[in-house]
């Protein structure tokens, strides 16, 4: 218990306005004591402390409580989910190494059956089974207005996948340049949790490096922790910002984001690809780069520019093309959003965060009296005809509402039967296989779930009109106000 103690104490040197939650030794009568009371005290008590001194609202505590619950839940089944998901895998990529079920059932009597290896280019993670496709549109190409996002989604997508998986598709499927895979750790997870890769994509006419960072892996328990830790941390002159999201991009522990780290530090995301960066663009004056990142890894992307404003790094913010997002949760309250649209405005960075259809995350966490966190800058929302629209706030904009629930449902069966129709519409590229039609069949009842894949995002940015992300950077509606 002293431990943790002094833990947090480090931890609020940093930051004079906080909200920690700590897990580690509060058990169910404490639950229950957050749940019915909310004094000062009790939240000592129970390891949940502030320096907010007011009462909390019941709505509040419901909210830290779910939280604290989830991640004892997640820290328990850490181990088994692993367990699980890594079978499952597996399973997927020896029945699509056999070619289909009716060819393993043959190999396995002949004796023959093909077990992939799983660190290899050939093994495909559960992302990479739901949606298959590797190659990029052939016909979106530089200077079309759509490049910089469909190639965004793609490294995000492939961002899930092994080392030897990503590095074949960037250099072989993409003739580009793979820079380097980075598995970075958390301070406070005392693990390695994430992970992300640079790629460079370069010709006679542009150099364009991509940073993409992985998003939240269906079995990680790790990288589901950082999501539900609705922990924050008021860094001065720029706002309250989620907890878990700063300790994956690597929040240190008693010192927050210092400028620079001790040269036997731990890998720390941020700081590793910061360095590899400025290591890039020094080869060449013209080179820019772009940071991108589907789910959690649209959150670590959004931070990491936050971070190097923080720092003031000029010059790599100069350098900064873009930031692309897709699915992306809340990161911060409304002060954290007003010094991004003033960062984004000064250093002219273009910032597209893509919403499909009623995509569960990009609505958590909930922007309303009982938490702050709020959305920024440009939204891009496209609907199930993947027709994309500019708007200050995706509709429903925390997704529970009764009113919505029949629309939702019906939305749901019409994203179902387009599975069957659109390849016969676009082309075979299109066609999705069982994995994502079973994931449509779940969507029928909780609409936000098959909405959230990478699939519908790739779609997006590849059926899309060309002028219809084609925003002019003198106009008013790059850089919306926050509501």
């Known amino acids: 218990m002293e431990e943790v103690a002094m833990a947090v104490e480090c931890d609020k040197s940093f930051s004079?306005?906080?909200?920690?939650?700590?897990?580690?030794?509060?058990?169910l009568f404490d639950l229950l004591y957050l749940l019915l009371y909310s004094s000062d005290s009790v939240k000592k008590k129970l390891l949940v402390e502030s320096s907010d001194k007011a009462e909390e609202s019941f709505g509040r505590r419901w909210i830290i409580f779910l939280s604290i619950v989830v991640q004892k839940v997640?820290?328990?089944?850490?181990?088994?989910?692993?367990g699980v998901g890594s079978a499952f895998e597996m399973g997927l990529n020896i029945l699509s190494s056999n070619g289909n079920l009716f060819n393993l059932i043959l190999n396995f009597i002949r004796g023959r059956v093909v077990i992939p290896v799983r660190k290899s280019a050939d093994f495909k993670s559960v992302i990479g089974n739901v949606d298959w496709r590797l190659g990029l549109d052939p016909e979106i190409k530089h200077g079309d207005p759509r490049y910089n996002a469909a190639l965004s989604i793609m490294a995000s997508k492939i961002s899930y996948e092994n080392q030897p998986l990503i590095q074949n598709t960037v250099t072989h499927h993409w003739k580009m340049e793979f820079v380097g895979f980075y598995d970075c750790w958390n301070d406070y997870q005392n693990k390695a949790t994430t992970k992300v890769f640079i790629m460079?994509?370069?010709d006679e006419d542009h150099d364009t490096i991509v940073v993409a960072f992985r998003g939240t892996e269906p079995f990680n328990a790790d990288a589901w922790i950082s999501d539900v830790d609705i922990s924050w941390y008021e860094i001065e002159g720029m706002g309250k910002i989620?907890?878990?999201?700063?300790?994956?991009?690597?929040?240190?522990?008693?010192?927050?984001?210092p400028r620079e780290l001790a040269e036997n530090s731990k890998p720390l995301a941020y700081y590793e690809i910061r360095k590899e960066l400025k290591k890039l663009l020094q080869q060449n004056d013209k080179a820019k780069f772009v940071v991108t990142g589907h789910s959690l890894g649209g959150a670590l992307a959004v931070l990491f520019s936050a971070v190097l404003s923080y720092h003031d790094e000029?010059?790599?913010?100069?350098?900064?093309?873009?930031?692309?997002?897709?699915g992306q949760p809340r990161v911060g309250d409304h002060t954290f959003g007003e010094f991004m649209e003033k960062e984004m405005v000064e250093h002219d960075i273009h910032y597209s965060r893509f919403v499909y259809g009623y995509d569960l995350v990009p609505r958590l966490p909930y922007d309303d009296d009982s938490l702050m966190f709020?959305?920024?800058?440009?939204?891009?929302?496209?609907?199930?005809?993947?027709?994309?629209?500019?708007?200050?706030?995706e509709p429903n904009k925390n997704y529970f509402s009764p009113q919505k629930v029949i629309p939702m449902m019906a939305n749901a069966v019409g994203e179902l039967v387009r599975s069957f129709t659109l390849p016969l519409r676009k082309g075979p590229v299109y066609k999705e296989g069982r994995l994502m039609r079973f994931m449509r069949v779940i969507g029928l009842v909780i609409p936000g779930i098959p909405a959230h894949l990478p699939q519908d995002y790739v779609n997006a940015t590849r059926l899309s009109p060309p002028d219809s992300l084609l925003l002019p950077k003198d106009s008013t509606t790059t850089h919306f106000k926050i509501q």
């Not at 989620?242 to 984001?257: E, V």
């Not at 920024?376 to 200050?392: A, D, L």
């Open 16 to 27: 004079a306005s906080y909200m920690l939650l700590k897990c580690e030794e509060v058990g």
């Open 74 to 82: 997640l820290q328990f089944v850490s181990i088994p989910l692993a």
């Open 200 to 202: 460079r994509d370069r």
């Open 242 to 257: 989620h907890g878990g999201f700063m300790k994956a991009l690597g929040l240190k522990k008693s010192k927050g984001f």
């Open 314 to 326: 000029k010059w790599l913010l100069e350098r900064l093309e873009g930031v692309y997002t897709f």
């Open 374 to 393: 709020k959305h920024f800058g440009t939204c891009i929302y496209c609907n199930r005809n993947y027709q994309p629209k500019i708007v200050e706030e």
